[in-house]
């Protein structure tokens, strides 16, 4: 079975500091993807950033980059140089081969609070 | 990019009646749509997948009588809330997909609709 595990129900960081989202993950599947969403109080979920099991390099995408240690089977989302806007929900999730298709399954998620 | 539009928004109904929530990829064909549901506070839950032209399959615990999932053609697919009570009140979202390399681009989220049921 999968599953993510994020233990930061909430963060605060300050602005223009950089902050880091934790993540971890188990699966036995040797291919997967592991995405980060970032869902406002509207509750839309805005895709930031993906990275696939294979993938040699850490994925970065602007102001967000995913630190990916397979060993440790962690998957940390990076954010630099924060902004208020940046203040949402923040969901890791992992993609696997179900029904034929990819389904995701979610973290709980972090409350990220940006502090002017 | 590719667009999943969500429709409605916001419902609002009253108990024992059906609400129906549409799901549809705008620009791409969708061979499969995934809905989940989200309390407050709460992280995503899948409900179901939806494969166009058969049955969808449902997550262990989710009523198939309950939320009746249609996926009628390649750009949409609907869910229906039948015989509503409160605690059915939340935040429905769909996805979906379409069969290339899995990629963060392949794998887009509808807007999301609240449902209250009073």
């Known amino acids: 079975a999968q599953k993510i595990t994020q233990t930061q129900p909430g963060m605060f960081v300050q602005e223009k500091e950089a902050v880091t989202l934790d993540c971890t993950y188990d699966?036995?599947?040797?291919?997967?993807?592991l995405f980060w969403y970032k869902q406002p109080s509207s509750g839309e979920m805005i895709f930031l950033i993906y990275q696939g099991s294979y993938d040699q390099q850490n994925a970065t995408e602007g102001r967000y980059s995913l630190n990916f240690q397979k060993a440790r089977k962690s998957a940390n989302l990076v954010i630099s140089a924060s902004q208020l806007g940046d203040s949402a929900m923040y969901f890791c999730?992992?993609?696997?081969?179900?029904?034929?298709?990819?389904?995701?399954?979610f973290g709980k998620g972090t409350k990220l609070s940006v502090i002017p | 990019g590719a667009v999943v539009s969500q429709h409605p928004s916001w419902v609002i109904c009253k108990s024992g009646t059906s609400v129906k929530i549409e799901c549809r990829s705008l620009d791409f064909q969708a061979t499969t749509m995934f809905w989940y549901r989200q309390f407050p506070k709460q992280s995503l839950m899948l409900m179901a997948t939806?494969?166009?032209?058969?049955?969808?399959?449902?997550e262990q615990g989710v009523e198939k009588d309950k939320f009746l999932i249609n996926h009628a053609s390649l750009t949409l697919s609907t869910l229906t809330v039948t015989s509503a009570h409160p605690e059915d009140s939340s935040f429905y979202i769909c996805?979906?997909?379409?069969?290339?390399?899995?990629?963060?681009?392949?794998?887009?989220f509808g807007e999301g609709s609240w449902l209250t049921v009073v």
């Open positions: 996805s979906a997909s379409s069969p290339r390399v899995l990629s963060g681009n392949t794998i887009y």
């Open positions: 939806s494969n166009e032209g058969s049955k969808a399959t449902y």
């Open positions: 999730a992992m993609s696997y081969s179900g029904a034929g298709s990819y389904q995701l399954t």
């Open positions: 699966t036995s599947d040797p291919s997967y993807g």
